[in-house]
């Protein structure tokens, strides 16, 4: 059974960073792309970057230069490093994986970036 869990989210001053955690079990993970969305209220769901592996990502251009992606195949967890906040990067994030055709999404951390 497909489990994601994602965790680290909170409440962080503009310029601020925060790492955002995702773990993964029940499928093999160092053969997967993982990804991190987010969905701000009011708007649709977004995709901001994929781990194709250790060394491969890709990223949307909202959050390129300022985000991190990255992944620790031994404890199956795949991070989101955050940098340079926005008032705008507030939203709740999600992480996702693509396994045997099915979609599996973890359970969402908020993320506010307020004074």
């Known amino acids: 059974q497909v489990q994601l869990v994602a965790s680290g989210g909170g409440l962080v001053q503009p310029g601020g960073s925060l790492r955002l955690s995702c773990v993964a079990s029940?499928?093999?993970?160092?053969?997967?792309?993982m990804r991190w969305y987010r969905q701000a209220p009011g708007k649709e769901r977004e995709w901001l970057t994929t781990s194709f592996s250790a060394d491969m990502s890709s990223y949307t251009r909202a959050v390129k230069g300022r985000f991190t992606v990255s992944r620790d195949n031994s404890k199956n967890t795949v991070y989101l490093q955050m940098d340079s906040l926005k008032s705008d990067d507030t939203a709740v994030y999600y992480c996702?994986?693509?396994?045997?055709?099915?979609?599996?999404w973890g359970q969402g951390t908020q993320v506010t970036v307020s004074e």
């Open positions: 029940g499928f093999p993970f160092s053969s997967y792309g």
């Open positions: 996702n994986v693509i396994v045997g055709g099915n979609e599996y």
